[in-house]
Structures are given as C-alpha cells and as structure tokens.
C-alpha cells in the first residue's frame, strides 16, 4: 500500500516551503560574533510547520560543511545537543532534571556519576591529622586508664593471701601454692587485658551528600561537566572532542508538546542555564539555546501554571506571558503558514511520487487538481496535516480498489461493487480530508450519512431545521447548534438557529464543497464495504433508491426490472427493497411515507421469510405515520393486517379507531389526498368497525381506543367537513352478531338502555330481535352477579323492558326477574310487578297483546307467591 512517511528533511533540495532560508537564518543568529553568549533563539511556528525540518537542515549543513578556518572546521567549532521534550515528558519526570541529564551526558558525563549526583544518598569518609598536643594527652590518656583494673586486681590477690597466711601459715605448702597462682593469674591477666587503647593520629569524618535538586546545584554539575569537556578530559558519546569547541548549541524541541507544568519547568530549566554568569563558564566556551515550540501554547500554558504571587516572574495573562517569553527568548525566528497553493503542490507531489492514486487517475484521464483542491482545504496549514491527509486518502483508495475486485462475483464480506468508490475520487478526497481534520462529524457520518446533506442545508445554506428528520434536528441542536433565542436578539427575532463557534472551520469547510457531486448512497465510502445484496445492484442502488422515497412504484419495479410481470419477486430482490425502506429511518417523513407506500404496493409480491420483517416495519410506520393511513386507506391497510402479527393488528387497528371515531371529522383521506364524501366517509368507517371487532376479539385494542370505540358504537356518528351521518341501530346490531367477542357485556347497561330506547320509537329499526334479547338477558344476568350498585342499576331496565310493546322483551324481563327475584328489593318486585300488571291490563283493553296471557299470568303469579309466601320480605335498600 503506497504511504509516505512524515520525517524532518534534512537536504535543502527537498524543501518544499522556502524552509532553507530559515535554516540560514538560524546559522547567522548562532554563529553571529556580535551576540555575546549565552543566549536563546526562539524556532516558534504551529505543530507541523517545520521547525524540526529547520533544525535538521542546519545541522546537515554544519556537518557537511569541510571549509576550515584557521585549521579548524565550522562542526568543531559550533556542536550541537538536541533534547526532546516530548520524549521525556510525563507524570513521573522531572523535565528539569532530564535536560540535565540529556547535556551532562552528551558532554561526556558518565552515567554512574549522574545518577550518584542526582538520585542517591552518598556517604563519603576522610581522615583529618589530629593537633600534637591533643594527641599527646589522649595516648596519656589512654595508658592511665587500666591502671584501676590493675589495682582492683591486686588488691583482691593481697586478700587472698593474706587469707591464706592467716589459715595456713606463712610456711605452709598451701600458702605457697596460693602465691604463686594469684601471681601466675596477675601476670596473666596484665599481658592480656590491660593494653592501653590505641590513639590515632587522624580524626574520621563522614560527609553524606544529597541528590541534587536545587538550580544551583545543577548549575555546579553542568559547570564542572562543560569544563571538563572543554579540557579534553570528557569526550561525547559520538566521540567528538571539546577542545576546540567554541559555542554548544543545545536544541529543546517539542517543549509544546508537554502539559502545562512541565511546559514551565522546562522554560525554568533552560532559563536557569542561561543564567549561568559568563565568568563561570570555561574560557572559550560559550552556550546558545533553540527552543522550538508554538509560542501560543507556551504563553497560555504559563498564564495557567504561573499565577501564584509567590512566584518570581508571576503571569497572569496572555500579555504578561508575552512579557516573560521575552526574557526567555533573546531571539525569534517564527514561521508563518505556507500558502495554499504551496501546500496543494506539496500534496500533489506526493500522490505523484507514491505512483498509486496519481497512476489510476491518469490511467482514467481523469485530473489530480481537482482532487488536491478539495483535499487541501483552507483549514490545512502545516506540511503534516497535508501528509495525513494525502496518507488517508491513499490508504481509501487502495482499499477500495482491492475491494472492488473481490466484490465482483463474490459474497463475501468486505467487497465492493466495481467503481463503487473509485469512480467517485474527488468524493472520496474531501471525505479524507473530513476524516483527518474532523473526526468527530466523521464518526457521526458514518453512522448517518445523510446528516452531510442536511448540515450543508441548514448550515450552509440556511434553509429551515423544522424540516429535517427528527434525528438530524436533535444531533444538529444537541451538538451543532445554538437554541433559536439562544445567540442573541437577532437570532431569536429570526428564529433561526446559530452556529457554535467551536464548528466554523467545519461550516467552511462544507462551503466549499457544495458543487461536489456526491454519490449516493454514500455508505459506500464512508464504509469502503458493502453487503453482497447492495453490491449486486451495483450502481443502480441510486436510482432505485429515489424512485423508492418519491413513491414511484413502477419506477422500483422498473429497477428491479420485474416491471413486466406480476409474480413475486426474488429473495434477493425483496432483500432489497427491505434494506431500502430500513435505511429510510434517518429520512423525513414524507419520503419515509413515499417507502412505505411502494412497500405496501409491493407486497403481495414480496416472498416469505422477509415478508415477516416487511409487515413489522410497515405496521410499525402504519403507527407511526398519519399520512400513511390516509394514504392507504382502511380497505388496503384491512388486507396488509391479515398477514401481520398480532400485536401489530392490535396497534394500527387502535390508530384507525383515533383517526375515524373522535368527536371532530374524519381525519383519514382519499388516495388522491382530497377528503372523502360522506357516502365514502361512510364505508371507511364500516371498514374500520369491522376490523376492529376482529382485532378486539383476538387480540384486544389499546385501553383508550377500546374506549373510544365503545362509546362510538352507541353514537355511530360520522361527520366530514359541514356534513355528518347517524349510522342506523340496525348495524350496531350486525356488528354485534358478528362480534366473537364481548362488546355487548363491556358496554354493560348502556346496550340495554340504547336498545329500549330504539325499541320505544313509534318505527324502530329492524334486526334480529331474538339475537337482541339474547345479548340484553345475558347483560341482565352479568349485571345482576356483579353486586348491589349493579343490580340497583339493573332493575330500573328490566321494569322498562316489561313494558315495551315487543312480547319477546316482556319475555326476556320476566324470565330475568323471576330467576333473579331473590336479588331484588320489595319495592323493586313491586315496582316490577305493578308494571306487568299494567302491561297485560292495557294489552287486554285495546286488544292488541302479543303477549299469551296465558303464558305470562303463572310467571307474574309464581313471582308474586315467591315474594310473599316463599321468601322473608326484603328491605328496600335505602343507601
């Protein structure tokens, strides 16, 4: 894979930025008789922009430099130490003590000495000669002191013997014996023991010396060390000698790569060598510091770490950092950005000399400038950003180019349809130059890529954020922007949202690619990978992918090129379609609805196992989307829920039952958009009913739909715009013959009393009276096992009932009271009794009973013998 590295340049001829004329700047700053050291120069430019190329470039020229003068070489005469920073930063170094250790060992400096100089506690012993006289007394000294034991000693002999004369006798064999034992012992113990101490003539002392940790020590070490050198004593690791050196050169790179308190430290420790008076150093020898860093940074890393009044030199601000950088810097060299144009050539070199991108296009006929120029963006200020841009861009094209030629004819992962990404180059440069310079929105890209196009919308051309997907507007506003009202009075008046200042390079950035022609979709290289179902379709994806979100059914068909025919489709055909209508998760909801609607179109076609998942995901927008409902209306959506899953039966139905049943008009429209007449208001509703007596009998409905379908099916109102219809109570009746479910007991007494209200008109409606008696005496009999508030609700009814001209109610009120009279009051039995009676006495008055008296008299006696003789009476309930 063709990749350059990114390394200082040491030959001029290499230079791409007029960096040489630095270089030669440095050499007259440096070498200069006229500036006394020591001194410091400041290399000071932004990451990237060739500080170390300067450096590198100085330093070859001195090294290749043969030219004597007065015998000696320009190398001998100037040498030069390079201390990384960056290498010997972090939280456990001590910066200062680094660069000490970096100098003393470049001169020369043994390692043992260092590290006993500054990381160990040494103990050193020496011998002082003692004065005559205090040696004099002390020998005295030393042979008087056993004369005490030697008497002690005595003494006891003495009394042993004189014991002995006392016992024994002066003559006695013992006494003898006695004497010359205590003087063998005596004698023995005198030679032995009794030595004076011995005096000498040195006095020890013990120096214990501490590692060194103060300025000024680490000034005494780099003294002795740099006189050495010069002496010829020491000579560098490289074998240079120092006897001829005339100026050390010590370069302190990447100080702006540290923290802030190291940043500190390390200027502290560079200034306190340069403070190091003239006369100190060896005669001859003199010390220039270059410190390359981003003068910036180092300013607002001193206006952080150097607040404290107790400090010398305290910053507060960037001013007063300026101020201290100035002591620090004697000298400044600061190198500004490369223009653009340079940078473009500098990156077009590149691609042309790693032969990679720059071949293929040239192969093609197709131009590099117009790739370089959306690479190379106005953001790109530095050779290095420019290196990882052109690295990233070439390490995508190879990839993609290896891609695409697995991908063809293969599924497997990590394939690429033939010209998927290389027959898009200027796409894919400005997409690396995204990815390098920033990586965040790339990130965010690659799990939306539509978010490109709706940013450049919004942002750039300043069209409205209400009109995105719900998805871009909350990256956008979490992230991106500014709340309406947020940025200031003329925002807020404008209601337009602004820009967080931290994305401008971003917003100009996209400004400038606005006439990119971007492919679509753009997974591709984002992702420089595809599924083998997308790479199959290859480059029609994108124009099957518009026809899908504009709604143009034909035109998908046409792509798939199944237009010509009615059988279904492929497994991978309908895959693909499948994929389609996921991705359109990110999109508005107009062209989410256009999807859908193609899927719905389509769906008799599609085969079964993605049939499952497509009915998921359409039900799922069904849910979601009015506009869809109104699209596809009751009678299409009735035929997509026969093949659905339960629970989406239950969800879409519940949304159909919202959308025709509350009180305002008919929200659900015609295919055409247009509202419906009343006459097609009218089916739509029936269809709705229909489907949800079946979803309500299988699976339930949702608790508020539930109950708005409940308390429509009593009122069957159904209103469009200045018109509106009373469906007949004949159909509740249908609906609820056909009902599996339990319609009639949820609406409990409300049934009863809707149908002695139709049953009292003067021309009821017609239905199937027996069917209508049977749901009213199975509610009776279920309100009456409920408890006592029920059963007072009841009885009411069951009265009105028995009066109603229709004999099978009559029927039905009397069979429910005399097989529930137990559960009734006196006054209730009563209540009931008295307008039996009332009913079979009006009837025989006028002739016209439908009633078999004959039939109804034992019922209405047995009730009445029931209460008065068989049972105990009854209390009314008087609660």
Not at 461 to 482: F, H, N, T, V, W
Request: with cysteine.
């Amino acid at each position: 894979m063709p990749s350059v590295l990114d390394r200082e340049i040491a030959d001029a001829q290499l230079d791409a930025f007029g960096h040489r004329h630095f270089a030669l700047a440095l050499r007259s700053l440096i070498e200069s008789e006229d500036h006394p050291t020591p001194f410091s120069i400041g290399l000071l430019g932004g990451w990237g922009t060739g500080k170390s190329s300067i450096k590198e470039m100085y330093m070859a020229e001195l090294r290749n430099d043969a030219t004597k003068h007065q015998g000696t070489r320009r190398s001998e005469k100037i040498q030069c130490i390079t201390f990384n920073a960056w290498r010997f930063g972090g939280r456990d170094q001590d910066i200062k003590r680094a660069l000490l250790r970096h100098v003393f060992l470049e001169l020369g400096g043994h390692e043992e000495n260092l590290q006993d100089r500054l990381f160990r506690q040494i103990s050193h012993i020496t011998e002082q000669p003692k004065p005559t006289l205090k040696y004099f007394w002390e020998t005295l000294r030393s042979w008087m002191l056993p004369i005490p034991a030697v008497l002690a000693v005595m003494v006891a002999f003495i009394i042993v013997l004189a014991a002995s004369n006392l016992v024994f006798g002066a003559g006695h064999d013992v006494t003898k014996a006695t004497l010359t034992l205590c003087v063998a012992i005596l004698f023995g113990y005198v030679f032995k023991h009794v030595k004076p101490p011995e005096v000498k003539a040195t006095s020890a002392m013990t120096r214990v010396m501490l590692p060194s940790t103060s300025s000024e020590q680490y000034e005494d070490m780099l003294v002795g060390q740099l006189a050495r050198y010069k002496d010829g004593k020491d000579e560098s690791p490289d074998g240079r000698s120092g006897k001829k050196c005339e100026r050390l050169v010590v370069f302190v790179d990447d100080l702006d790569r540290l923290s802030a308190e190291e940043m500190v430290l390390g200027l502290d420790g560079v200034r306190t060598f340069m403070e190091i008076p003239k006369g100190r150093l060896p005669k001859g020898l003199g010390l220039v510091f270059v410190i390359s860093c981003d003068e910036g940074k180092i300013a607002d890393a001193l206006a952080k770490g150097r607040r404290s009044a107790d400090l010398p030199a305290t910053v507060f601000n960037r001013f007063d950092a300026r101020r201290y950088l100035d002591r620090i810097f004697q000298f400044r060299l600061e190198i500004p950005p490369s223009p653009r144009n340079d940078m473009r050539d500098f990156a077009t070199r590149k691609l042309e000399s790693m032969g990679g991108v720059a071949a293929d296009l040239a192969a093609r006929g197709v131009p590099l400038a117009p790739v370089v120029d959306r690479m190379i963006h106005a953001g790109v200020q530095d050779p290095r950003n420019a290196l990882q841009i052109v690295n990233a861009f070439e390490q995508s094209w190879w990839l993609a180019k290896k891609r695409e030629a697995d991908g063809v004819g293969s599924d497997r992962a990590g394939g690429l349809h033939e010209g998927a990404v290389t027959d898009h180059p200027i796409s894919l440069g400005a997409l690396s130059a995204l990815k390098v310079s920033f990586p965040d929105f790339y990130r965010e890209l690659q799990d939306d890529p539509e978010l490109l196009f709706h940013f450049t919308e919004v942002v750039v051309r300043g069209q409205s954020l209400s009109e995105r997907p719900e998805s871009i507007q909350r990256i956008l506003a979490d992230k991106y922007l500014y709340e309406p009202g947020s940025g200031g009075q003329q925002a807020a008046a404008e209601q337009k949202p602004q820009l967080r200042p931290e994305y401008r390079p971003l917003r100009q950035f996209l400004a400038g690619l606005v006439g990119v022609r971007w492919p679509q979709p753009l997974e591709s290289l984002l992702l420089l990978s595809e599924d083998p179902v997308s790479r199959r379709l290859g480059p029609k994806i994108a124009p099957l992918r518009n026809a899908f979100v504009s709604g143009d059914t034909n035109g998908v068909l046409e792509g798939l090129g199944r237009h010509h025919d009615v059988s279904p489709l492929s497994l991978e055909q309908a895959k693909n379609l499948y994929n389609l209508f996921e991705d359109l998760r990110g999109e508005t909801e107009a062209r989410r609805t256009n999807g859908a609607r193609v899927m719905a179109d389509v769906i008799e076609r599609i085969p079964d196992p993605p049939l499952t998942q497509v009915l998921n995901e359409l039900c799922r927008t069904l849910d979601d989307s009015p506009d869809l409902r109104a699209q596809l209306g009751p009678a299409r959506i009735r035929g997509l829920l026969t093949k659905a899953a339960g629970s989406d039966q239950r969800a879409v139905t519940s949304r159909l039952i919202g959308d025709a049943m509350v009180d305002d008009d008919l929200s659900l429209k015609l295919d055409s958009g247009q509202t419906p007449s009343l006459d097609e208001a009218v089916g739509m509703v029936r269809i709705i009913v229909a489907l949800a007596i079946r979803a309500r009998a299988e699976q339930g409905l949702e608790a508020r739909e539930d109950a708005l379908f409940l308390d429509w099916l009593l009122a069957r109102n159904v209103r469009v715009r200045n018109a509106s219809r009373q469906l007949g109570f004949e159909e509740l009746e249908a609906w609820l013959s056909d009902d599996a479910g339990s319609i009639a007991s949820s609406l409990e007494t409300r049934y009863v009393d809707a149908l002695a209200g139709e049953l009292e008109k003067e021309e009821p409606a017609t239905f199937d009276m027996d069917a209508a008696m049977r749901r009213a005496g199975g509610v009776f009999s279920e309100q009456m096992a409920l408890g006592e508030e029920a059963r007072r609700t009841t009885w009411p009814m069951v009265c009105r009932f028995v009066a109603l001209t229709q004999s099978v109610a009559a029927r039905t009120a009397w069979q429910v009271t005399v097989s529930n009279e137990g559960l009734a009051t006196d006054f209730e039995i009563s209540s009931f009794v008295s307008a039996f009676a009332a009913r079979l006495l009006h009837d025989l008055t006028d002739n016209s009973s439908e009633v078999d008296v004959h039939e109804a008299f034992p019922e209405l006696k047995k009730l009445v013998v029931a209460r008065i003789v068989g049972r105990p009476p009854r209390k009314p309930d008087t609660r």
